[in-house]
């Protein structure tokens, strides 16, 4: 694999990125501005009816992030202005349509003849969505940025991001290996996607037909999706549609050289654009801000089971420098699949992560929306479910005991419930994801002397208990506030 300089790379390269007020899409945008400013231009689709909603959601969603104060430090406002305005194309747009959902047709025929990278990380990444938004992002809009790809005429390849998780609830080594059409988890026959398209018309049909409410047309799409996701293996509607997007993706690519990027649990950013940065609280955030609320004293889980996180800049280096390499590698029969992650290389385990958040938060407490300072709980990992409701049923160790009416306990209830059985799949099962060819990325930078100083993606950087003591968990209460999210 012959590997040369990112920087020089990108100077002059057109981009377009999908999704681009998403968590990954922010930090790579952020990244390629920072360190290659001659990048000639990038196209950002933003789900948006028109040009002022697109402009709006990228300054409000993106420009307006804690995350782009580093280079704005560098360029006074009306420079740093005329430098976005120079160089970032906003277009409403929307993957579960073809050609994106491009109206403008010179817009259209403009990026087909000067794209040279595509990166699609357009995604909904919600366990439990509903089937028609899931299929038509994840899976169906996997289908038609490939498509649109295939018609530029000087693309060099399409990065699209996946993620770790399509393997579903396995233990073991994980493979970086492609999915077939129509392959399952459990051996199931019979996974068709025109078939499952079919099946969400048709369900909605009906909805509608029957003047269902929008409530109840959501309560009965999210129940299809669980339903089809576990009929074929996977435990959620996110990693389902996902797998089916890979599956096309495989299918239809022709001679277009494909990366797809496998990232697990993306923590907050590790050295750049600066240490902490995450957005919201997403995966195993939410656990962590619920134990140092003082809300979260029991999940379902095994002691021994690594908790494979990565953070974010990590993966954006990873998709750089993969890009970089398949832009000069002809392309083959499959896509180029990267899991970027830490399990092999530097394991961390859920129960060191929990006893990490447990000292520091005992040190320093987390402040309440009521001022008021919280006691973190140490957490206990219980063997299953039943034993989860067992704990909840006994009000005294309802950890929301005296705090409202009965109505309000059993809603608390019903939500921690709810948080532990989906968490459940990372604390019960300990896949260890293979990176063999995210590792030869690495080998190949360092022996072509790729400036891994910039773009460094190697998890034996990181010294975990640091890691968290003084970047995660600082940068977690930071979003937290900066959200106004009270759980």
Same mark, same amino acid.
């Given at each position: 694999?012959?590997?040369?300089?990112v920087?020089?790379?990108?100077?002059?390269?057109?981009?377009?990125?999908t999704?681009?007020?998403?968590?990954?899409?922010?930090?790579?945008v952020?990244?390629?501005?920072?360190?290659q400013?001659?990048?000639?231009?990038?196209?950002?689709?933003?789900?948006?009816?028109?040009?002022?909603?697109?402009?709006?959601?990228?300054?409000?969603?993106?420009?307006?992030?804690?995350?782009?104060?580093?280079?704005?430090?560098?360029?006074?406002?009306?420079?740093?202005?005329?430098?976005?305005?120079?160089?970032?194309?906003?277009?409403?747009?929307?993957?579960?349509?073809?050609?994106?959902?491009?109206?403008?047709?010179?817009?259209?025929?403009?990026?087909?003849?000067?794209?040279?990278?595509?990166?699609?990380?357009?995604?909904?990444?919600?366990?439990?969505?509903?089937?028609?938004?899931?299929?038509?992002?994840?899976? %169906?809009?996997? &289908?038609?940025? *490939?498509?649109?790809?295939?018609?530029?005429? +000087? $693309?060099?390849?399409l @990065?699209?991001? /996946?993620?770790?998780?399509?393997?579903?609830?396995?233990?073991?080594?994980?493979l970086?290996?492609?999915?077939?059409?129509?392959?399952?988890?459990?051996?199931?026959?019979?996974?068709?996607?025109?078939?499952?398209?079919?099946?969400?018309?048709?369900?909605?049909?009906?909805?509608?037909?029957?003047?269902a409410?929008?409530?109840?047309?959501?309560?009965?799409?999210?129940?299809?999706?669980?339903?089809?996701?576990?009929?074929?293996?996977?435990?959620?509607?996110?990693?389902?549609?996902?797998a089916?997007?890979?599956?096309?993706?495989?299918?239809?690519?022709?001679?277009?050289?494909?990366?797809?990027?496998r990232?697990?649990?993306?923590?907050?950013?590790?050295?750049?654009?600066?240490?902490?940065?995450?957005?919201? %609280?997403?995966? &195993?955030?939410? *656990?962590?801000?619920?134990?140092?609320?003082? +809300? $979260?004293s029991?999940? @379902?889980?095994? /002691?021994?089971?690594?908790?494979?996180?990565?953070?974010?800049?990590?993966?954006?280096?990873?998709?750089?420098?993969?890009?970089?390499?398949?832009?000069?590698?002809?392309?083959?029969?499959?896509?180029?699949?990267?899991?970027?992650?830490?399990?092999?290389?530097?394991?961390?385990?859920?129960?060191?992560?929990?006893?990490?958040?447990?000292?520091?938060?005992?040190?320093?407490?987390?402040?309440?929306?009521?001022?008021?300072l919280?006691?973190?709980c140490?957490?206990?990992?219980?063997?299953?479910?039943?034993?989860?409701?067992?704990?909840?049923?006994?009000?005294?160790?309802?950890?929301?005991?005296?705090?409202?009416?009965?109505?309000?306990?059993?809603?608390?209830?019903?939500?921690?419930?709810t948080?532990?059985?989906?968490?459940?799949?990372?604390?019960?099962?300990?896949?260890?994801?293979?990176? +063999?060819?995210?590792?030869?990325?690495?080998?190949?930078?360092?022996?072509?002397?790729?400036?891994?100083?910039?773009?460094y993606?190697?998890?034996?950087?990181?010294?975990?208990?640091?890691?968290?003591?003084?970047?995660?968990?600082?940068?977690?209460?930071?979003?937290?506030?900066?959200?106004?999210?009270?759980?």
């Open positions: 694999m012959e590997l040369g300089s920087v020089e790379f990108l100077e002059n390269k057109s981009i377009l990125v999704g681009a007020t998403g968590l990954l899409a922010k930090v790579l952020e990244k390629i501005l920072r360190a400013p001659n990048v000639s231009k990038l196209y950002l689709l933003v789900r948006a009816a028109d040009a002022e909603s697109a402009a709006l959601r990228f300054q409000n969603e993106v420009l307006g992030k804690d995350l782009f104060r580093i280079i704005k430090e560098k360029w006074s406002t009306d420079d740093f202005n005329s430098f976005i305005l120079e160089k970032v194309i906003l277009i409403p747009g929307d993957i579960t349509y073809e050609d994106l959902g491009l109206k403008d047709f010179n817009l259209k025929q403009k990026m087909m003849n000067e794209l040279d990278i595509i990166v699609n990380s357009a995604a909904t990444t919600n366990f439990n969505e509903r089937y028609d938004v899931a299929l038509g992002i994840n899976t %169906l809009g996997a &289908m038609h940025v *490939v498509n649109f790809a295939k018609k530029c005429v +000087k $693309l060099k390849d @990065v699209h991001v /996946s993620t770790a998780y399509v393997v579903g609830e396995r233990s073991g080594l994980v970086e290996n492609s999915y077939q059409m129509g392959e399952t988890l459990n051996g199931q026959s019979g996974l068709n996607i025109d078939t499952e398209k079919n099946r969400v018309e048709q369900e909605m049909n009906k909805l509608k037909a029957e003047r409410s929008e409530k109840e047309i959501t309560i009965a799409m999210k129940y299809l999706a669980t339903e089809r996701a576990k009929m074929y293996g996977w435990p959620n509607t996110y990693v389902f549609t996902k089916m997007g890979e599956m096309l993706l495989q299918q239809l690519k022709e001679n277009l050289s494909v990366v797809i990027i990232p697990t649990i993306i923590s907050s950013t590790y050295k750049e654009p600066f240490s902490g940065w995450m957005e919201g %609280l997403k995966t &195993m955030d939410l *656990v962590l801000a619920l134990q140092a609320q003082g +809300k $979260l029991y999940l @379902v889980g095994n /002691s021994n089971v690594v908790l494979d996180a990565i953070p974010a800049d990590m993966v954006v280096n990873a998709m750089l420098v993969a890009m970089v390499a398949h832009a000069k590698q002809p392309s083959d029969d499959h896509v180029n699949i990267y899991q970027v992650g830490s399990s092999l290389r530097n394991p961390v385990k859920g129960v060191d992560i929990l006893d990490y958040s447990y000292d520091y938060f005992t040190k320093k407490p987390w402040i309440n929306n009521n001022g008021k919280a006691k973190v140490k957490v206990t990992l219980l063997n299953n479910m039943d034993s989860f409701h067992r704990h909840m049923a006994t009000q005294s160790l309802s950890p929301f005991k005296g705090k409202g009416v009965d109505s309000d306990l059993s809603r608390n209830a019903n939500f921690l419930t948080i532990v059985r989906f968490y459940q799949t990372y604390l019960l099962f300990n896949p260890i994801f293979d990176d +063999k060819n995210t590792e030869k990325l690495r080998i190949a930078a360092r022996d072509n002397g790729v400036e891994t100083d910039m773009f993606f190697d998890p034996n950087l990181i010294e975990w208990k640091d890691y968290f003591m003084n970047i995660h968990f600082p940068g977690l209460v930071k979003a937290s506030q900066s959200c106004g999210h009270h759980i």
